[in-house]
């Protein structure tokens, strides 16, 4: 059974820093590209940035670029988000998805993908 298990989240001041988490379990990461979402309260789930199963490309929202970078480690079977200069409007709860469509800014949405995390709660606030 596929399985992505999310960590690594908490409660963090603004301008501070937390790397995220993706973990592969029952199957391997290799040929699946990789997606970090976000839902803050109320709102909808949108994407924040993605990774193709080589690691070759990645896209980001506009909200985060300079400040998040998504990386994989294959050999782990995880994939991580490091983000960097939080702000409040970061505080979200955050998922990985996995997909097998090409990444592109335009399929980096939660339509496309499937085998949703349980996601970890990340918290910015004085």
């Known amino acids: 059974q596929m399985q992505l298990v999310e960590s690594g989240g908490g409660l963090v001041q603004p301008g501070g820093s937390l790397r995220l988490s993706c973990e592969a379990s029952g199957f391997s990461l290799d040929d699946w590209n990789i997606g970090w979402f976000r839902q803050a309260p109320g709102k909808g789930r949108e994407g924040v940035s993605c990774?193709?199963?080589?690691?070759?490309?990645?896209t980001y929202v506009d909200s985060i670029k300079g400040r998040f970078a998504i990386s994989r480690d294959n050999a782990k079977n995880t994939v991580y988000l490091q983000m960097n200069s939080l702000r409040s409007e970061d505080t979200a709860v955050y998922f990985c998805?996995?997909?097998?469509?090409?990444?592109?800014?335009?399929?980096?949405?939660?339509?496309?993908?499937?085998?949703w995390g349980q996601g970890t709660e990340v918290i910015v606030s004085p």
């Open positions: 990774i193709s199963s080589s690691g070759d490309t990645t």
């Open positions: 998805a996995a997909s097998q469509v090409l990444t592109t800014t335009d399929t980096c949405s939660p339509i496309f993908f499937a085998s």
